[in-house]
């Protein structure tokens, strides 16, 4: 299974507002910034994540694929109704993805 790293806190789904960077570095990548939303995040192993490699509006945007047990990644639940893990909110805190786990080119996501 898998989910998406979309949605923002203060952005929604909006491309020309996302805060979420990534700062290439040597071997790979920084990841700063947070998700909600995000249908699933503590079940799966893998996230289609967005965030932005300089560029404005929705200039720059990139696509990773990572794994959800990365270091420095953290999930937290969004208590609903009917269940405790449905959605959640994730926060990149200077997390080092590879640069195999970008997809397409840089700013093409």
């Given amino acids: 299974m898998w989910c ?3 949605s923002e806190p203060e ?4 491309l020309g507002n996302m805060k979420a960077s990534a700062d290439p570095v040597p071997g ?3 990841l700063n910034g947070s998700k909600v939303w995000t249908s699933y995040a503590a079940r799966v192993d893998i996230m289609f ?3 932005r ?3 404005k509006g ?3 945007v990139c696509c990773f694929l990572i794994r959800t047990d990365t270091p420095r990644i ?3 639940p969004i208590r609903g109704v009917h269940s405790d893990w449905d959605f959640n909110e994730v926060f990149f805190s200077n997390a080092f993805v590879p640069s195999d786990a970008l997809l397409g080119e840089e700013g093409n996501g």
């Avoid at 952005?11 to 909006?14: E, F, K, L, Y």
């Fill in 4 to 6: 998406q790293g979309f």
């Fill in 74 to 76: 953290e999930i937290r």
């Fill in 28 to 30: 790979g990548y920084v």
């Fill in 49 to 51: 994540q967005l965030a």
């Fill in 53 to 55: 490699i300089g560029g």
């Fill in 11 to 14: 952005a929604g789904t909006d």
């Fill in 58 to 60: 929705k200039g720059g």
